[in-house]
T-cell receptor
């Protein structure tokens, strides 16, 4: 069965510090991978998605970047965090196809607080 | 235009009663999928139910059913016999065949089940 891992679970960082969040998927190959951010009590904002190694689509211009160095690894980074980067970050994967019931599966999330 | 609209920011329901969470969608793609997710306070996103645009019958999964009205472009989630553990955020989402790499999410509905 497929499993998605995300770490760390919580993170408190000072403004201006770098960020690296990692997401890995097991049990599937060539997945689509996604990074979302969620402000408290709000909906999901799609940040990046990737359909293959080295292929990144950015949805929102900001000081974040994403990379996919391996098929099942997706990394979210920042060189200098802003207060507005605080939030709940969710990684997700979906199959690279459109077939019945192909949903997205989400990781446990990372709660980031920038002080 | 918004792809997914959830007009109920918050809802209350008495334990053991049924509740309907509204979702309308906007697409010109004849082939699409509709999804509902539950997000408890822990933050994990749990897939609940799926409805395909060509499905003739409304989807059901245990106490969850989807009231799919294609002509009205609505996909309401019905939870029967509410339980205290149903208190959570609920998100409606859509995926289109012609752009199947992206999932569009609504802003969510916060459901509170009262004992």
């Amino acid at each position: 069965s497929q499993t998605i891992h995300q770490w760390p679970a919580t993170l408190v960082q000072p403004v201006g510090s770098p960020l690296s969040l990692e997401c890995t998927v097991e049990g599937t190959s060539n997945p689509n991978l996604y990074w979302y951010r969620q402000a408290a009590g709000r909906g999901l904002q799609l940040l990046f998605y990737s359909v293959g190694i080295g292929q990144i689509s950015s949805e929102v211009p900001q000081n974040l970047s994403a990379s996919r160095p391996q098929d099942r690894q997706f990394i979210l980074s920042s060189k200098k965090l802003l207060l507005s980067d605080s939030g709940f970050y969710l990684c997700a994967w979906s199959a690279d196809s459109f077939t019945s019931t192909d949903t997205q599966y989400f990781g446990p999330g990372t709660r980031l607080t920038v002080l | 235009a918004q792809k997914i609209t959830q007009t109920q920011p918050g809802m209350f329901v008495q334990e053991k009663e049924a509740v309907t969470l509204d979702c309308t969608y906007d697409t010109s793609d004849p082939s699409y999928g509709l999804f509902w997710y539950k997000q408890p306070s822990s933050g994990e996103m749990i897939f609940l139910i799926y409805q395909g645009s060509y499905d003739q019958q409304n989807a059901t999964e245990g106490r969850y059913s989807l009231n799919f009205q294609k002509a009205r472009k609505s996909a309401n989630l019905v939870i029967s016999a509410s339980q205290l553990g149903d208190s959570a955020m609920y998100f409606c989402a859509m995926r289109e065949r012609n752009n199947f790499n992206k999932f569009y999410f609504g802003s969510g509905t916060k459901l509170n089940v009262k004992p």
